[in-house]
């Protein structure tokens, strides 16, 4: 993409009352802008980002049988108050209808999902289901500080599975806890992520929520130094040793919550009737549970981790762009680095590598590496009156010091290696 071309430009006046950092970064670059608290547009950029991380979500839903579907968002009251929660869900967004109706804005999906799949499994052998969406979600938020880590309006993948019985339910539960280890792994949140024991309802003793390390996060976890898992600050009280060792050797780090998964049981299959008949033709309850991974808390998350004084620092698969593309000129040499620029920008865009190509006129060198530091592609490719005299590009890391002379001829080669390769068309459906 020409940066002469975006409509956006990076600012330099930010929201007087935005406070979070991670959407202060983001509207600075052109990511997102900001409509109200918590309530947040995406532009070119940072839609780019939260595409590739539903991709992501999407392949690793697919990859465990996930069935994708989309639920509406405006849901009527009466859904609602089957489960008692029109009344005791104090986030939920409620609204009046012009036909005297009156509506919830869909906050989490239970209410639809559970009679929508009643309508389809009668039988053991139609279970087990599973099928998941992603979705624009609200939340009635008394506080929306944290920019899109906590919004009124947010995106969501909420996956729901459907069992004959607990056993049933268990087994699917690791595999979607595995599932998430990938996700957050391949949005550069591995290593940072920590199964956090939660309260678990009526139904099992625990839930579990992924919690990123994070310095500003609004959680605190206890981490078992001898298991690597954590328990949260609403079981530390009841719960003060480790569930897997009984050990006591915890340590308080602060965290985001980027995604928590329960087993819900019969609560919502017993309010809408849904059950099957088992083998002995005899009726049982579905075994339900839930699990959800908020894709613009997760932008958000990476934002607060990956980032120096500069600006962003994306990791590689959900990068806007997998390098940015400067053009350098003196007056000297201005025509032939014009024209080289321009053939190694085609020449990327030829191989498939996506590439922020800085083209424009008047803007200052140092203006340039600047915004390139902020926006935070993982590479940096550089062509100068320098590197031309060498026949190169100098090609930086984002999160390295260090730069490199690679020939012209090479580069393409040299950022497609170790490349995981994602087109354009390949998320068209995001
Ligand atoms: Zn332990």
Redesign the pocket.
């Known amino acids: 993409m020409l940066q002469s071309k975006l409509f956006i430009k990076t600012i330099k006046e930010l929201p007087k009352d935005e406070t979070s950092f991670n959407a202060k970064e983001l509207i600075r670059a052109g990511f997102i802008d900001k409509l109200a608290a918590g309530v947040y547009s995406f532009l070119p950029l940072g839609l780019k980002v939260h595409n590739k991380i539903c991709w992501i979500i999407r392949q690793e839903m697919d990859a465990i049988g996930g069935q994708e579907i989309l639920m509406p968002a405006l849901i009527p009251k009466e859904a609602w108050a089957t489960t008692n929660r029109w009344e005791n869900f104090d986030a939920l967004f409620r609204l009046a209808g012009g036909d005297k109706k009156e509506y919830g804005l869909g906050a989490t999906h239970e209410e639809v999902v559970t009679p929508l799949v009643k309508k389809f499994v009668f039988s053991y052998k139609d279970l087990p289901a599973a099928v998941y969406q992603i979705q624009t979600k609200f939340r009635n938020e008394l506080r929306a500080k944290a920019g899109l880590i906590r919004g009124r309006e947010f995106s969501m993948k909420d996956l729901y599975s459907f069992h004959t019985d607990e056993k049933d339910l268990d087994k699917f539960y690791e595999v979607v806890t595995k599932s998430y280890f990938k996700i957050l792994e391949r949005c550069g949140l591995g290593g940072l992520t920590y199964l956090t024991y939660a309260l678990g309802g009526t139904f099992s003793k625990y839930s579990h929520e992924f919690q990123t390390l994070a310095k500003t996060g609004e959680d605190t976890i206890y981490i078992?130094?001898?298991?690597?898992?954590a328990i949260n600050k609403e079981i530390i009280e009841e719960q003060k040793?480790?569930?897997?060792?009984?050990?006591k050797?915890f340590a308080e780090a602060k965290a985001v919550e980027v995604g928590n998964i329960f087993k819900l049981g019969a609560r919502f299959s017993k309010p809408f009737g849904f059950t099957y008949m088992d083998e002995k033709g005899k009726k049982q309850d579905v075994v339900m549970g839930c699990y959800g991974l908020g894709p613009s808390r997760l932008m958000g998350t990476i934002v607060e981790v990956c980032h120096d004084g500069q600006g962003m620092i994306w990791p590689e698969e959900i990068a806007p762009f997998v390098a940015s593309l400067l053009k350098i000129k003196n007056q000297k040499s201005k025509i032939k680095i014009d024209k080289v620029a321009d053939k190694i920008y085609e020449d990327l865009e030829k191989a498939g590598v996506e590439v922020l190509y800085d083209d424009r006129e008047n803007v200052s060198a140092g203006e340039k590496f600047a915004e390139a530091d902020l926006i935070g592609c993982p590479y940096r490719l550089v062509v100068s009156e320098k590197t031309l005299a060498r026949d190169s590009v100098e090609v930086k890391k984002r999160d390295k010091k260090e730069v490199e002379m690679v020939k012209i001829s090479e580069v393409a080669k040299r950022l497609t290696h170790n490349m995981q390769h994602i087109t354009e068309s390949d998320f068209s459906e995001c």
């Open positions: 078992c130094q001898k298991c690597k898992i040793v480790c569930p897997q060792c009984k050990k050797d």
